[in-house]
Nanobody, 122 residues
Framework: VELVESGGSLVQPGGSLRLSCAAS????????MAWFRQAPGNEREFVAA????????EYAPSAKGRFTISRDNAKNTVFLQMNDLKPEDTAVYSC????????????????WGQGTQVTVSS
């Protein structure tokens, strides 16, 4: 399993970013996928998840209404569109996946990407 995130950057408050996670080494279309984030000194926290087909999604309260998770099974890629970014969104964002349905619990996943840094600051 290999997961490679990209798209992180420094952005001003109110700005937008689109994160991508390219997956390989497994049958992507059979995996529920998720994004988590971790800020310095904090535990890894759930951001968003998406089902195998993309029909079902789930968001953390902090992400709901501002972030959108999506996937392209033909390209083995999962995305996280982040709008109206706030300083408290600053963190390393990592994607992960598990065979079958997704989970909002980090402990249910075995493989993680290296993460991409998102910094929201003026």
């Amino acid at each position: 399993v290999e997961l490679v995130e990209s798209g992180g950057s420094l952005v001003q408050p109110g700005g937008s970013l689109r994160l991508s996670c390219a997956a390989s080494g497994f049958t992507f279309s059979t995996y529920g996928m998720a994004w988590f984030r971790q800020a310095p000194g904090n535990e890894r926290e759930f951001v968003a998840a998406i089902s195998l087909s993309g029909r079902d999604t789930e968001y953390a309260p902090s992400a709901k209404g501002r972030f959108t998770i999506s996937r392209d099974n033909a390209k083995n890629t999962v995305f996280l569109q982040m709008n109206d970014l706030k300083p408290e969104d600053t963190a390393v964002y990592s994607c992960t996946g598990r065979d079958g349905y997704y989970s909002p619990w980090a402990g249910d996943y075995n493989s993680w990407g290296q993460g991409t840094q998102v910094t929201v600051s003026s």
